[in-house]
């Protein structure tokens, strides 16, 4: 079976600062993966994804994780946020053979401060 | 291009009513379709998933049931509401096996 763990639960960062949100995996079988961004009261939007290829992915609003196999890890970073960029970021995992679920991290508040 | 809607937007109803959630996809065929519960602080939880017209698959058992009676509609529904089915509830899809899901906008059921 597949987790998704985000060891942390909240980042408090300063504007203009650089951040990286934590995301590890366990799986016995190749993954894809994903990072979710939920703004207050809507639904969650894609960040960005990794199917294969290039381990270091870029996403939308200046985001980009990196995938480490040997480390089952993919971090999300940003080289300065903006007061924007709070909301509740998710990691999550699916397999690539037949399976049809995403497994979710139980997410990461990130709080930018002024 | 593909949107995903869901209604109500915000609901309150009380102990022991019934509830039905509607979720439906434009712009697509034959999506497979999710629905999940955040609680307060909380992650998601996958309650159902469906791969075609009929096909219901339940992950966590509980008073909650889904239906999908077209290619592009699912329903959540409840007979009796408990204080517990309060949250924040997603409908998500996805056109192809194992990639990214798209998320409808929820709606936030408050059972009182």
């Known amino acids: 079976a597949q987790s998704v763990t985000q060891l942390d639960s909240q980042v408090p960062v300063f504007e203009e600062a650089p951040v990286e949100l934590r995301c590890n995996y366990s799986?016995?079988?190749?993954?894809?993966l994903f990072w979710y961004v939920q703004y207050p009261n809507q639904g969650l939007q894609l960040l960005l994804k990794y199917l294969s290829g290039s381990t270091l992915v870029k996403g939308i609003n200046g985001f980009e994780a990196e995938f480490n196999k040997s480390q089952t890890s993919f971090h999300l970073r940003k080289p300065s946020v903006h007061i924007s960029d709070t909301a509740e970021y998710f990691c999550a995992v699916s397999r690539m053979d037949s399976s049809y679920k995403l497994i979710f991290g139980s997410g990461t508040r990130l709080l930018v401060r002024p | 291009s593909q949107t995903i809607h869901q209604w109500p937007a915000t609901l309150v109803q009380p102990v022991g009513s019934p509830l039905s959630l509607e979720c439906t996809v434009e712009g697509t065929s034959n999506p497979n379709l999710y629905w999940y519960r955040q609680a307060a602080g909380r992650g998601l939880q996958l309650l159902f998933y469906s791969v075609g017209i009929g096909q219901i698959s339940s992950e966590v058992p509980q008073n909650l049931s889904a239906s999908r009676p077209q290619d592009r509609q699912f329903i959540l529904s409840s007979k009796k509401l408990l204080l517990s089915d309060s949250g924040f509830y997603l409908c998500?899809?996805?056109?192809?096996?194992?990639?990214?899901?798209?998320f409808g906008p929820g709606t936030r059921l408050t059972v009182t």
């Open positions: 998500a899809w996805t056109r192809d096996r194992g990639n990214e899901q798209y």
């Open positions: 799986s016995s079988v190749s993954v894809y």
